[in-house]
């Protein structure tokens, strides 16, 4: 089945504890983003790749780290969370920037 | 700064044709318009997406004026499972991705 997964769905932490939120799509994508949804004011790009080893900054880059080391994946880090980044994480995927994109199901993230 | 505008919230009632509008004063020639559906604690899911004057497929149309400035997503008919949010997305320069905060949508009985 095609389809983009993430992990962990649910996350607590604490401020300040490195984090990582894993992506992987099964589809041969090429183009990959992470968003942030937040209330009233819809889905924020973070960071987006348009192949391997090639990533950039999206529209709330400040906080978060990227690698696209493999085609499939597309992890997003937190090296020192902070409360604001409390929040609800979406990665999405597909074949270029111009295509329809996929999305995951969402990771839900609380930092204390 | 390019912004991708839209109504917070609508009512309609089922069996009625739902009309939703999006403002992009800077979209660019090149620049698409897309349209996702999202249900609560799930992801966006596509809609329709088009360039310019109107594309139609099985669940919607998509009505783009001459300008390109605005676009309205037209939902047919809809009923209650059609309650959602929608999101109207401008890819500005290609990979600039500006989402509207979106169009709760409220259909009752």
């Known amino acids: 089945e095609a389809q983009v997964t993430q992990n962990p769905r649910y996350l607590i932490t604490v401020t300040g504890k490195k984090l990582t939120v894993t992506c992987s799509q099964n589809?041969?994508?090429?183009?990959m983003s992470w968003y942030r949804q937040d209330p009233g004011l819809g889905l924020r790009q973070i960071y987006y790749?348009?192949?391997?080893?090639?990533?950039d900054k999206g529209d709330v880059p400040e906080g978060y780290k990227v690698s696209r080391k493999e085609k499939r994946n597309f992890p997003l880090i937190l090296e020192s969370p902070s409360p604001n980044q409390t929040s609800l994480y979406f990665c999405?995927?597909?074949?270029?920037?111009?295509?329809?994109?996929?999305f995951g199901p969402g990771t839900r993230l609380l930092v204390l | 700064l390019a912004k991708t505008t839209q109504p917070i919230s609508m009512d309609s009632y089922e069996g009625q044709e739902v009309n939703i509008t999006c403002s992009h004063n800077?979209?660019?020639?090149?620049?698409?318009i897309t349209w996702y559906q999202q249900f609560p604690s799930q992801g966006p899911r596509f809609i329709i997406q088009?360039?310019?004057t109107k594309v139609t497929n099985e669940v919607a149309s998509l009505f783009i004026p001459a300008d390109r400035k605005s676009s309205t997503l037209s939902l047919p008919r809809v009923s209650l499972s059609d309650t959602a949010v929608y999101y109207c997305?401008?890819?500005?320069?290609?990979?600039?991705?500006?989402f509207g905060a979106g169009t709760r949508l409220t259909v009752k009985p």
């Open positions: 997305l401008v890819a500005y320069n290609n990979n600039d991705m500006r």
């Open positions: 800077n979209i660019a020639t090149n620049d698409y």
């Open positions: 790749s348009m192949n391997v080893e090639v990533t």
């Open positions: 589809m041969n994508h090429e183009y």
């Open positions: 999405a995927s597909s074949l270029s920037s111009r295509q329809t994109q996929y």
């Open positions: 088009g360039y310019k």
